[in-house]
Protein backbone atom coordinates (compact mmCIF):
# COMPACT_ATOMS: atom_id res chain seq x y z
CA UNK A 1 0.00 0.00 0.00
CA UNK A 2 2.95 2.58 0.70
CA UNK A 3 4.16 2.61 -2.72
CA UNK A 4 0.92 4.56 -3.77
CA UNK A 5 0.89 6.99 -0.95
CA UNK A 6 0.70 10.88 -1.97
CA UNK A 7 3.89 12.15 -0.37
CA UNK A 8 3.35 15.59 0.90
CA UNK A 9 6.26 18.17 2.60
CA UNK A 10 4.90 19.46 5.52
CA UNK A 11 8.01 21.88 5.53
CA UNK A 12 7.78 23.82 2.75
CA UNK A 13 6.01 27.09 1.52
CA UNK A 14 4.26 28.37 4.72
CA UNK A 15 5.14 25.38 6.10
CA UNK A 16 2.30 25.36 8.89
CA UNK A 17 -1.01 23.77 10.29
CA UNK A 18 -2.74 25.02 6.61
CA UNK A 19 -0.67 22.21 4.79
CA UNK A 20 -2.02 19.94 7.02
CA UNK A 21 -5.74 20.70 6.81
CA UNK A 22 -5.41 21.13 3.07
CA UNK A 23 -3.95 17.60 1.94
CA UNK A 24 -6.24 15.97 4.90
CA UNK A 25 -9.04 17.09 3.57
CA UNK A 26 -8.30 16.29 -0.15
CA UNK A 27 -7.03 12.84 0.99
CA UNK A 28 -10.08 12.04 2.68
CA UNK A 29 -12.58 13.29 0.05
CA UNK A 30 -10.31 11.73 -2.60
CA UNK A 31 -9.81 8.40 -0.90
CA UNK A 32 -5.68 9.04 -1.66
CA UNK A 33 -3.49 7.93 1.15
CA UNK A 34 -1.07 10.46 2.13
CA UNK A 35 1.93 10.49 4.45
CA UNK A 36 3.45 14.21 5.68
CA UNK A 37 6.45 14.71 6.56
CA UNK A 38 8.64 17.28 7.81
CA UNK A 39 5.22 19.02 10.28
CA UNK A 40 5.38 22.37 10.73
CA UNK A 41 9.52 21.96 10.47
CA UNK A 42 10.04 26.07 10.59
CA UNK A 43 8.12 26.72 13.49
CA UNK A 44 9.32 27.20 17.02
CA UNK A 45 7.41 24.00 18.04
CA UNK A 46 7.57 22.11 15.20
CA UNK A 47 5.51 18.92 14.81
CA UNK A 48 1.75 18.68 16.06
CA UNK A 49 -0.19 20.98 18.23
CA UNK A 50 -3.00 20.26 19.97
CA UNK A 51 -5.48 21.71 17.71
CA UNK A 52 -3.41 19.51 14.42
CA UNK A 53 -3.85 16.57 16.50
CA UNK A 54 -7.84 16.91 17.68
CA UNK A 55 -8.29 18.23 13.43
CA UNK A 56 -6.67 14.64 11.96
CA UNK A 57 -8.77 12.43 14.63
CA UNK A 58 -12.11 14.38 13.01
CA UNK A 59 -11.19 13.59 9.87
CA UNK A 60 -9.91 10.14 10.28
CA UNK A 61 -13.24 9.45 12.38
CA UNK A 62 -15.68 10.92 10.08
CA UNK A 63 -13.95 8.48 7.17
CA UNK A 64 -13.78 5.89 9.85
CA UNK A 65 -10.28 6.11 8.35
CA UNK A 66 -6.43 5.18 10.01
CA UNK A 67 -3.95 7.65 11.52
CA UNK A 68 -0.59 6.70 12.25
CA UNK A 69 2.19 8.85 14.16
CA UNK A 70 -1.02 10.90 15.36
CA UNK A 71 0.95 12.57 18.66
CA UNK A 72 2.03 16.02 19.86
CA UNK A 73 4.96 17.21 18.48
CA UNK A 74 5.32 13.92 15.98
CA UNK A 75 6.47 15.56 12.71
CA UNK A 76 5.25 12.30 10.12
CA UNK A 77 2.15 11.19 9.83
CA UNK A 78 0.29 8.42 7.36
CA UNK A 79 -3.61 8.43 6.67
CA UNK A 80 -5.41 5.99 5.48
CA UNK A 81 -9.02 7.54 4.47
CA UNK A 82 -12.06 5.26 4.03
CA UNK A 83 -15.66 6.58 3.40
CA UNK A 84 -16.96 9.71 4.54
CA UNK A 85 -20.09 9.39 6.77
CA UNK A 86 -22.50 11.81 8.36
CA UNK A 87 -23.79 12.36 11.53
CA UNK A 88 -22.39 13.70 14.51
CA UNK A 89 -18.29 14.54 14.76
CA UNK A 90 -16.35 16.07 18.01
CA UNK A 91 -13.18 17.64 17.87
CA UNK A 92 -11.99 19.13 21.38
CA UNK A 93 -8.79 20.97 21.05
CA UNK A 94 -8.51 20.67 24.96
CA UNK A 95 -6.06 24.10 24.52
CA UNK A 96 -7.31 27.81 23.05
CA UNK A 97 -6.63 26.18 19.67
CA UNK A 98 -9.20 27.68 16.61
CA UNK A 99 -12.38 26.13 16.39
CA UNK A 100 -11.94 28.07 13.02
CA UNK A 101 -9.44 25.84 11.95
CA UNK A 102 -11.35 22.90 13.02
CA UNK A 103 -14.20 23.82 10.77
CA UNK A 104 -11.60 24.43 7.74
CA UNK A 105 -10.61 21.00 7.66
CA UNK A 106 -14.24 19.00 8.24
CA UNK A 107 -16.23 21.22 5.97
CA UNK A 108 -15.50 20.46 2.87
CA UNK A 109 -15.07 16.98 3.80
CA UNK A 110 -18.83 16.70 5.23
CA UNK A 111 -20.26 18.01 2.17
CA UNK A 112 -19.57 14.96 0.54
CA UNK A 113 -20.74 13.18 2.77
CA UNK A 114 -23.86 10.26 2.79
CA UNK A 115 -25.74 12.10 5.19
CA UNK A 116 -26.15 15.50 7.20
CA UNK A 117 -24.04 16.08 9.84
CA UNK A 118 -23.21 17.80 12.80
CA UNK A 119 -19.78 18.76 14.26
CA UNK A 120 -18.88 19.97 18.08
CA UNK A 121 -15.54 21.69 17.91
CA UNK A 122 -14.12 22.68 21.20
CA UNK A 123 -11.20 25.21 21.65
CA UNK A 124 -10.32 28.87 21.12
CA UNK A 125 -13.55 30.57 19.44
CA UNK A 126 -11.50 34.56 19.05
CA UNK A 127 -7.73 33.22 19.14
CA UNK A 128 -4.73 34.63 17.90
CA UNK A 129 -3.06 33.38 14.53
CA UNK A 130 -6.44 31.73 13.17
CA UNK A 131 -9.78 33.82 11.95
CA UNK A 132 -11.98 34.66 14.92
CA UNK A 133 -15.51 33.37 14.52
CA UNK A 134 -17.17 36.09 14.13
CA UNK A 135 -15.21 36.31 10.90
CA UNK A 136 -16.05 33.12 10.16
CA UNK A 137 -19.97 33.95 10.76
CA UNK A 138 -19.91 37.39 9.34
CA UNK A 139 -17.92 37.04 6.23
CA UNK A 140 -16.52 33.38 5.82
CA UNK A 141 -19.93 32.17 5.68
CA UNK A 142 -22.10 34.25 3.39
CA UNK A 143 -19.15 33.94 0.88
CA UNK A 144 -18.56 30.57 0.83
CA UNK A 145 -22.54 29.63 0.44
CA UNK A 146 -21.94 30.72 -2.97
CA UNK A 147 -20.21 27.43 -4.20
CA UNK A 148 -24.48 26.60 -3.28
CA UNK A 149 -24.61 25.14 -0.11
CA UNK A 150 -25.45 26.18 3.47
CA UNK A 151 -24.72 25.62 6.99
CA UNK A 152 -25.59 26.41 10.01
CA UNK A 153 -22.83 27.76 12.79
CA UNK A 154 -24.43 28.00 17.01
CA UNK A 155 -21.72 29.83 18.77
CA UNK A 156 -22.49 28.11 22.46
CA UNK A 157 -20.06 29.06 24.42
CA UNK A 158 -16.67 31.58 23.36
CA UNK A 159 -13.46 30.86 24.75
CA UNK A 160 -9.96 32.09 24.89
CA UNK A 161 -6.30 32.53 25.00
CA UNK A 162 -5.02 30.28 27.11
CA UNK A 163 -7.69 28.08 28.56
CA UNK A 164 -9.95 27.79 25.62
CA UNK A 165 -13.22 25.97 26.46
CA UNK A 166 -15.15 27.61 23.68
CA UNK A 167 -17.85 25.61 21.60
CA UNK A 168 -19.35 25.69 18.55
CA UNK A 169 -21.81 23.44 16.61
CA UNK A 170 -21.58 23.47 13.14
CA UNK A 171 -24.37 21.77 10.82
CA UNK A 172 -25.05 21.10 7.37
CA UNK A 173 -26.24 18.88 4.74
CA UNK A 174 -24.06 17.35 2.04
CA UNK A 175 -24.43 18.33 -2.01
CA UNK A 176 -24.19 16.51 -5.18
CA UNK A 177 -21.48 19.29 -6.26
CA UNK A 178 -20.13 22.57 -5.68
CA UNK A 179 -21.09 25.56 -8.08
CA UNK A 180 -18.08 27.37 -8.82
CA UNK A 181 -17.81 31.33 -8.09
CA UNK A 182 -17.40 34.28 -9.88
CA UNK A 183 -16.19 37.20 -7.47
CA UNK A 184 -14.59 39.79 -9.98
CA UNK A 185 -16.56 43.03 -9.12
CA UNK A 186 -15.85 45.16 -6.24
CA UNK A 187 -18.43 47.82 -6.47
CA UNK A 188 -18.54 50.54 -3.46
CA UNK A 189 -18.28 50.30 0.05
CA UNK A 190 -22.28 50.83 0.76
CA UNK A 191 -22.29 49.65 5.13
CA UNK A 192 -19.76 49.62 8.13
CA UNK A 193 -20.18 47.35 10.48
CA UNK A 194 -19.11 45.32 13.70
CA UNK A 195 -18.53 44.57 17.34
CA UNK A 196 -16.33 45.29 20.25
CA UNK A 197 -16.19 42.53 22.53
CA UNK A 198 -15.30 42.08 26.17
CA UNK A 199 -15.57 38.67 28.02
CA UNK A 200 -14.72 37.70 31.87
CA UNK A 201 -12.99 40.48 34.01
CA UNK A 202 -12.91 43.29 31.81
CA UNK A 203 -15.10 46.14 31.55
CA UNK A 204 -17.90 47.26 28.66
CA UNK A 205 -15.68 50.65 28.91
CA UNK A 206 -12.78 48.67 26.75
CA UNK A 207 -15.41 47.48 24.05
CA UNK A 208 -16.47 51.21 23.73
CA UNK A 209 -12.64 52.92 23.65
CA UNK A 210 -12.41 49.78 20.82
CA UNK A 211 -15.06 50.77 18.89
CA UNK A 212 -14.75 54.34 19.09
CA UNK A 213 -10.79 54.29 18.15
CA UNK A 214 -11.78 52.29 15.16
CA UNK A 215 -14.78 54.78 14.06
CA UNK A 216 -12.14 57.75 14.06
CA UNK A 217 -9.65 55.70 12.44
CA UNK A 218 -11.83 55.25 9.89
CA UNK A 219 -13.31 58.52 9.66
CA UNK A 220 -10.04 59.98 8.01
CA UNK A 221 -10.05 58.03 5.02
CA UNK A 222 -14.08 57.03 4.38
CA UNK A 223 -16.36 59.85 5.69
CA UNK A 224 -19.44 59.69 4.39
CA UNK A 225 -20.91 56.26 5.30
CA UNK A 226 -22.38 55.73 9.08
CA UNK A 227 -20.32 53.22 10.93
CA UNK A 228 -22.00 51.18 13.56
CA UNK A 229 -19.38 48.83 15.51
CA UNK A 230 -21.15 47.74 18.70
CA UNK A 231 -19.40 47.75 21.97
CA UNK A 232 -21.19 44.14 23.56
CA UNK A 233 -20.00 42.42 27.11
CA UNK A 234 -20.54 38.37 26.09
CA UNK A 235 -22.63 37.07 29.06
CA UNK A 236 -21.02 35.45 31.65
CA UNK A 237 -22.63 31.92 31.06
CA UNK A 238 -21.77 31.94 27.23
CA UNK A 239 -17.90 32.81 27.74
CA UNK A 240 -15.24 31.05 29.82
CA UNK A 241 -12.31 33.24 30.67
CA UNK A 242 -11.29 36.65 30.17
CA UNK A 243 -10.95 38.19 26.39
CA UNK A 244 -11.52 40.81 24.69
CA UNK A 245 -10.99 42.12 20.67
CA UNK A 246 -13.19 43.90 17.85
CA UNK A 247 -14.02 42.51 13.87
CA UNK A 248 -15.03 45.74 11.78
CA UNK A 249 -16.74 44.46 8.19
CA UNK A 250 -17.20 46.39 4.59
CA UNK A 251 -20.17 45.57 2.72
CA UNK A 252 -20.13 46.44 -0.82
CA UNK A 253 -22.75 47.67 -3.53
CA UNK A 254 -21.59 43.86 -5.10
CA UNK A 255 -22.26 41.59 -1.76
CA UNK A 256 -18.64 41.28 -1.45
CA UNK A 257 -17.79 41.49 2.44
CA UNK A 258 -14.09 42.57 3.31
CA UNK A 259 -13.05 42.87 7.20
CA UNK A 260 -10.09 43.70 9.86
CA UNK A 261 -9.91 42.61 13.26
CA UNK A 262 -7.80 42.68 15.97
CA UNK A 263 -7.65 40.72 19.49
CA UNK A 264 -7.07 42.42 23.04
CA UNK A 265 -4.25 41.06 25.29
CA UNK A 266 -3.04 41.97 28.61
CA UNK A 267 -0.55 45.14 28.30
CA UNK A 268 -2.06 46.58 24.91
CA UNK A 269 -4.05 49.71 25.40
CA UNK A 270 -7.88 49.14 24.14
CA UNK A 271 -7.32 52.13 21.40
CA UNK A 272 -4.12 50.16 19.94
CA UNK A 273 -6.76 47.30 19.35
CA UNK A 274 -9.56 49.19 17.70
CA UNK A 275 -6.82 51.06 15.29
CA UNK A 276 -5.17 47.76 14.09
CA UNK A 277 -8.69 46.32 12.80
CA UNK A 278 -9.59 49.67 11.26
CA UNK A 279 -6.14 49.65 9.99
CA UNK A 280 -6.44 45.95 8.76
CA UNK A 281 -9.81 47.05 7.28
CA UNK A 282 -8.74 50.59 5.73
CA UNK A 283 -6.10 48.20 3.75
CA UNK A 284 -8.04 45.33 2.61
CA UNK A 285 -9.99 47.90 0.57
CA UNK A 286 -7.41 49.74 -0.60
CA UNK A 287 -6.13 47.11 -2.85
CA UNK A 288 -9.61 46.83 -4.69
CA UNK A 289 -10.11 42.78 -4.65
CA UNK A 290 -13.14 41.25 -3.55
CA UNK A 291 -11.47 39.64 -0.37
CA UNK A 292 -9.98 40.40 2.24
CA UNK A 293 -6.41 38.51 2.25
CA UNK A 294 -7.88 36.36 5.43
CA UNK A 295 -10.45 34.85 2.42
CA UNK A 296 -7.99 34.34 -0.42
CA UNK A 297 -6.71 30.80 1.17
CA UNK A 298 -9.97 29.88 2.45
CA UNK A 299 -11.60 29.68 -0.96
CA UNK A 300 -9.16 27.66 -2.39
CA UNK A 301 -10.45 24.24 -1.48
CA UNK A 302 -13.61 24.84 -2.95
CA UNK A 303 -12.92 26.39 -6.06
CA UNK A 304 -10.35 23.23 -6.21
CA UNK A 305 -13.21 21.00 -6.13
CA UNK A 306 -16.29 23.36 -7.64
CA UNK A 307 -17.24 22.33 -11.06
CA UNK A 308 -16.25 24.82 -13.47
CA UNK A 309 -14.46 27.78 -13.80
CA UNK A 310 -14.01 29.93 -10.99
CA UNK A 311 -12.78 33.51 -10.56
CA UNK A 312 -11.92 35.87 -7.71
CA UNK A 313 -10.57 39.01 -7.60
CA UNK A 314 -8.33 39.63 -4.93
CA UNK A 315 -5.01 42.14 -3.52
CA UNK A 316 -1.78 41.12 -3.37
CA UNK A 317 -1.66 36.65 -3.27
CA UNK A 318 -0.79 35.95 0.38
CA UNK A 319 1.82 33.13 1.25
CA UNK A 320 -1.22 31.11 2.66
CA UNK A 321 -2.90 31.30 -0.95
CA UNK A 322 0.10 30.03 -2.61
CA UNK A 323 0.97 27.11 -0.59
CA UNK A 324 -3.40 26.01 -0.68
CA UNK A 325 -2.98 25.89 -4.29
CA UNK A 326 0.00 24.16 -4.87
CA UNK A 327 -1.41 21.35 -2.59
CA UNK A 328 -4.43 21.74 -4.13
CA UNK A 329 -2.83 21.08 -7.53
CA UNK A 330 -0.70 18.51 -6.31
CA UNK A 331 -3.34 16.47 -5.28
CA UNK A 332 -6.43 17.10 -7.21
CA UNK A 333 -7.51 17.67 -11.68
CA UNK A 334 -7.61 21.67 -10.67
CA UNK A 335 -5.55 23.88 -12.47
CA UNK A 336 -5.14 27.29 -11.25
CA UNK A 337 -3.53 30.25 -12.89
CA UNK A 338 -2.87 33.85 -11.04
CA UNK A 339 -2.67 36.66 -13.42
CA UNK A 340 -1.79 40.48 -12.45
CA UNK A 341 -5.36 42.36 -13.24
CA UNK A 342 -4.67 45.04 -16.01
CA UNK A 343 -7.90 47.00 -15.85
CA UNK A 344 -7.27 48.44 -12.30
CA UNK A 345 -5.48 51.23 -11.58
CA UNK A 346 -1.90 50.39 -12.07
CA UNK A 347 -1.11 51.41 -8.26
CA UNK A 348 -3.37 48.75 -7.78
CA UNK A 349 -1.99 45.60 -6.77
CA UNK A 350 -5.07 43.09 -8.01
CA UNK A 351 -4.46 40.30 -9.10
CA UNK A 352 -7.18 37.43 -10.61
CA UNK A 353 -7.11 34.09 -9.27
CA UNK A 354 -8.60 31.75 -11.94
CA UNK A 355 -9.86 27.92 -11.13
CA UNK A 356 -10.69 25.12 -13.79
CA UNK A 357 -11.93 23.16 -10.52
CA UNK A 358 -11.85 19.08 -10.80
CA UNK A 359 -16.05 18.87 -10.50
CA UNK A 360 -15.75 16.86 -7.70
CA UNK A 361 -19.26 14.54 -7.48
CA UNK A 362 -20.78 13.23 -4.16
CA UNK A 363 -21.15 9.58 -5.32
CA UNK A 364 -23.28 9.05 -1.97
CA UNK A 365 -25.80 10.88 -2.86
CA UNK A 366 -28.26 8.76 -6.25
CA UNK A 367 -30.16 11.63 -7.12
Known sequence: MDGDRVEIDGGIMEGGGQILRVSTALSCLLGLPLRVRRIRAGRSQPGLRPQHLSGLEMIRDLCDGKLNGGEIGSTEITFTPGKIKGGTHIADTKTAGSVCLLMQVAMPCVLFAASPSELHLKGGTNAEMAPQIDYTVMVFKPIVE?????????IKRRGYYPQGGGEVVVQMSPVKE?????LTERGTVTKIYGRAFVAGALPIKLAKDMSAAAVRCIRREIRDLYINIQPVREPDDQAVGT?????IVAETSTGCLLAGSSLGKRGKNADKVGIEAAEMLL???????TVDDSLQDQLIIFMALAKGVSKVKSGPITLHTQTAIHFAEQLTKAKFTVTKSE????????YIIECQGMGMINSNLKC
Open 146 to 154: KFNFTFNCD
Open 178 to 182: LSPIN
Open 243 to 247: GSGII
Open 283 to 289: QNLKHGG
Open 343 to 350: EEDPGNDT
